[in-house]
């Protein structure tokens, strides 16, 4: 599996941004799709995940303002990023989960700056 992740850009605080995800072959009924983020001198730490069967997570700084999502029949995971703020700057990458490995897109910048 191959992931090509898009959408990412510079945009003013307030904003926003939808990230793409896409998958070289099917996403299947019981992958985990989810979105990482890595800040210049930080850990790439967890955004938000959605499960097979639908169930989304987000990490307590986004809630409210990010919306994970996937199409199945498209091949394809998305991040909707509203009210963006300077604090959310980060590549962002997606991951898909599929025991027992995990895969990785090759991240996309995101800069919030006024």
């Known amino acids: 599996v191959q992931l090509q992740a898009s959408g990412g850009g510079k945009v003013q605080p307030g904003g926003f941004l939808r990230l793409s995800c896409a998958a070289s072959?099917?996403?299947?009924?019981?992958?985990?799709m989810s979105w990482y983020r890595q800040a210049p001198g930080q850990q790439r730490g967890l955004v938000a995940t959605?499960?097979?069967?639908?169930?989304?997570n987000y990490v307590n700084s986004v809630k409210g303002r990010f919306t994970i999502s996937k199409d199945n029949g498209k091949n394809t995971a998305y991040l909707q990023m509203n009210s963006l703020k300077p604090e959310d700057t980060a590549v962002y990458y997606c991951?898909?989960?599929?025991?027992?490995?995990?895969?990785w897109g090759q991240g996309t910048q995101v800069t919030v700056s006024s």
């Open positions: 991951k898909l989960a599929r025991w027992p490995y995990d895969y």
């Open positions: 072959g099917s996403i299947f009924t019981k992958d985990t």
């Open positions: 959605i499960t097979s069967d639908g169930s989304t």
